[in-house]
């Protein structure tokens, strides 16, 4: 009897043993495979690995780590939470480290654009119903500034009962205000006005001009679309110019003859250039949005005798919309 309960007695301690060790040599392969990913510059693998290990054995250098994997991304607000995290951690209990960690962090975060969603005065925010890149926004976020990550964010809300999506592009160390154009929640509807009647006749001024909204929101999409493909045209050419200044200057004019230096900056001129394509092609989709929009619009009898149409136009020295028949 006494060698059985010695026997069990030891099995339950191998096993209290062998645990912590094993989530401990999990967390060592994992760490290894992160650092080869991260080498190879397999930014998302390497990161969500780096997260898995401090998920395994949570501590300051898992945490900086995770933090210093977004960076090299460019994902910079998910870095600068992280050093913040590390930055907590090492405060309270009073590790060395914590001083330069907050040194990181402050450095990194002048970089980390900063975004503010707005609402006119009298809006009702909760019907708004607003998301940021597909995650709704609490009320008490609107108005708020948004620590985000470089490149562009869509903002989605409803106005007038119609779902309704705004591209917002960000740069490196730049702050944003937005102003969605939503109507307020108190706005009456339109009353009938007299246009030169008999005293107790009226005409109903929304039958004179029917789709008049529709074709302004139109005009307006449409014409954010190209000011968009505008604004990416630019980016590319930046991008453009600094990624051959680049090659020139420290990669002796071949991609794989590039210093640390190198590296770095034809990193961020590629990460510039792709954020220039989905501008443009958000853009694309606005003008013809806006397009859709004006050329759908109901007309009035009077109106209709007479055809109308928007088009966009894109040539050598820009863009424009041209207009055309009888108004």
Request: proline share 5%; charged share 25%; with cysteine.
């Amino acid at each position: 009897m006494r060698s059985a309960v010695s026997w069990v007695l030891g099995v339950g301690l191998a096993i209290a043993v062998v645990a912590p060790v094993s989530a401990e040599t999990k967390a060592d392969a994992l760490f290894k495979r992160g650092k080869q990913q991260l080498a190879e510059k397999k930014y998302a693998a390497a990161c969500a690995t780096f997260e898995k290990v401090d998920k395994l054995d949570p501590g300051i250098g898992a945490k900086l780590n995770v933090a210093k994997c977004f960076e090299e991304w460019g994902k910079l607000a998910r870095a600068y939470r992280w050093y913040v995290d590390a930055e907590q951690m090492a405060t309270t209990t009073s590790d060395k480290r914590a001083p330069k960690i907050k040194e990181l962090a402050e450095a990194l975060d002048a970089d980390v654009p900063r975004l503010t969603i707005k609402l006119p005065a009298g809006s009702d925010a909760g019907a708004a119903a607003i998301k940021l890149d597909g995650e709704a926004l609490a009320l008490d976020e609107i108005g708020a500034e948004r620590r985000l990550d470089p490149g562009p964010h869509v903002i989605a809300f409803l106005a007038n009962n119609e779902h309704k999506t705004q591209t917002v592009p960000l740069q490196r160390g730049g702050s944003t205000e937005v102003t969605l154009e939503i109507p307020p929640s108190t706005s009456k509807p339109t009353k009938p006005v007299t246009v030169g009647m008999k005293p107790g006749k009226t005409i109903d001024v929304r039958s004179v001009h029917p789709g008049r909204g529709r074709r302004i929101a139109g005009i307006v999409m449409a014409s954010a679309g190209l000011v968009g493909m505008g604004v990416a045209g630019y980016l590319t050419l930046d991008a453009r110019t600094s990624y051959r200044n680049a090659l020139d200057a420290h990669c002796m004019g071949a991609t794989d003859q590039c210093d640390d230096v190198g590296l770095g900056l034809t990193r961020d001129a590629l990460s510039r250039a792709n954020t220039a394509t989905v501008v443009t092609i958000v853009g694309a989709v606005a003008v013809v949005g806006g397009v859709v929009l004006f050329a759908t619009a109901p007309r009035s009898r009077r109106g209709q005798e007479h055809a109308r149409y928007v088009a966009p136009t894109i040539g050598s020295d820009g863009g424009g919309i041209v207009f055309g028949g009888g108004f």
